[in-house]
T-cell receptor
Framework: QKEVEQNSGPLSVPEGAIASLNCTYS??????FFWYRQYSGKSPELIMS????GDKEDGRFTAQLNKASQYVSLLIRDSQPSDSATYLC????????????FGTGTRLQVTL | EPEVTQTPSHQVTQMGQEVILRCVPI?????FYWYRQILGQKVEFLVS????????KSEIFDDQFSVERPDGSNFTLKIRSTKLEDSAMYFC???????????FGPGTRLTVT
């Protein structure tokens, strides 16, 4: 079983729609969860962090965490063409010296 | 806004040569990391560094790799004898605290010929 799993996509949504990106993780001890955006040929850019169950909103982005289901998601409202990128889910299990374990990423395409 | 910087942006080297990749973490951060991403693959952890010593390293980080904080600002990754399979993007990251957000630099593209 992969440590962090994401659907590779591409996920195609029309401009203005809500994009929903999902991630599951295998290690129940995981405590910190992050979403990064990565444009082609660029470095990961931190979008959201979430540490406790529930929702966390920041502008057009909402991260959702359900530790019982080992599931974390990212919603992007009012999707824009500039949101087209690969979204990486990353998990940090303190006690393992804080390394991030990444999923393979979901490629999002926002169409006009 | 503070950011992580890396030099060079692109390094081409011949197999067997030594390379040093340089990073300047965000100034008040205490934890430093190296990750790599082979083209088309996921981001992989290499090593974490805190209080002037390695906190954790992955299986990838073998004896050919070393890290150093030679002064108060730089953090370096050295590959002693490069192999073709070392060709990848290498990202430096830093964080204030082990559990909190890690901020990535722009990366160094290493090409081994």
């Amino acid at each position: 079983q992969k440590e962090v799993e994401q659907n590779s996509g591409p996920l195609s949504v029309p401009e203005g729609a809500i994009a929903s990106l999902n991630c599951t993780y295998s290690d129940r001890g995981s405590q910190s969860f992050f979403w990064y955006r990565q444009y082609s040929g660029k470095s990961p850019e931190l979008i959201m962090s979430i540490y406790s169950n529930g929702d966390k909103e920041d502008g057009r982005f909402t991260a959702q965490l359900n530790k019982a289901s080992q599931y974390v998601s990212l919603l992007i409202r009012d999707s824009q063409p500039s949101d087209s990128a690969t979204y990486l889910c990353a998990v940090n299990r303190p006690g393992t010296a804080s390394k991030l374990t990444f999923g393979t990423g979901t490629r999002l395409q926002v169409t006009l | 806004e503070p950011e992580v910087t890396q030099t060079p942006s692109h390094q081409v080297t011949q197999m067997g040569q030594e390379v040093i990749l340089r990073c300047v973490p965000i100034s008040n951060h205490l934890y430093f990391y190296w990750y790599r991403q082979i083209l088309g693959q996921k981001v992989e952890f290499l090593v974490s560094f805190y209080n002037n010593e390695i906190s954790e390293k992955s299986e990838i980080f073998d004896d050919q790799f070393s890290v150093e904080r030679p002064d108060g600002s730089n953090f370096t990754l050295k590959i002693r004898s490069t192999k073709l399979e070392d060709s990848a993007m290498y990202f430096c990251a830093s964080s204030e605290d082990r559990a909190h957000e890690q901020y990535f630099g722009p990366g160094t593209r290493l090409t081994v010929t």
